[in-house]
């Protein structure tokens, strides 16, 4: 139902975008988020965006990080600048949808992993 994209490899202070598509049974896509999970550690919110735009980001990436969506292809982004070593983790996409009227679910992406060195 998610397909996530666009982890890599990146020196500290580079950039890199991440992408998800949410693909199926979507009768309405709600809100759409970032998570990601460091070794050893839980996993935790990033940034999420309703379908209105509205915006929700973790204190340690605001300014640096931008999430946005395209309601039209079903697909958040999350745009990953000014990165730090403290960034690496495996990011996940998370999406709260109905797949019809009266089924409503949660879904998870397979993760993409960022890395930053420094």
């Known amino acids: 139902q998610l397909q996530a994209s666009g982890g890599g490899v990146v020196q500290a202070g580079g950039s890199l975008r991440l992408s998800c598509a949410a693909s199926?049974?979507?009768?309405?896509?709600?809100?759409m988020g970032w998570y990601r999970q460091a070794p050893g550690k839980q996993r935790d919110l990033v940034a999420t965006?309703?379908?209105?735009?509205?915006?929700v980001y973790t204190d340690s990436v605001k300014g640096r990080f931008t999430i946005s969506r395209d309601n039209v292809k079903n697909t958040v982004y999350l745009q990953m600048n000014s990165l730090k070593p403290e960034d690496t983790a495996v990011y996940y996409c998370?999406?709260?949808?109905?797949?019809?009227?009266?089924?409503?679910?949660?879904?998870w992406g397979q993760g993409t992993q960022v890395t930053v060195s420094s």
């Open positions: 199926g049974s979507i009768f309405r896509l709600n809100a």
């Open positions: 965006i309703t379908t209105s735009g509205e915006t």
């Open positions: 998370a999406a709260d949808l109905y797949n019809t009227p009266w089924a409503r679910n949660n879904y």
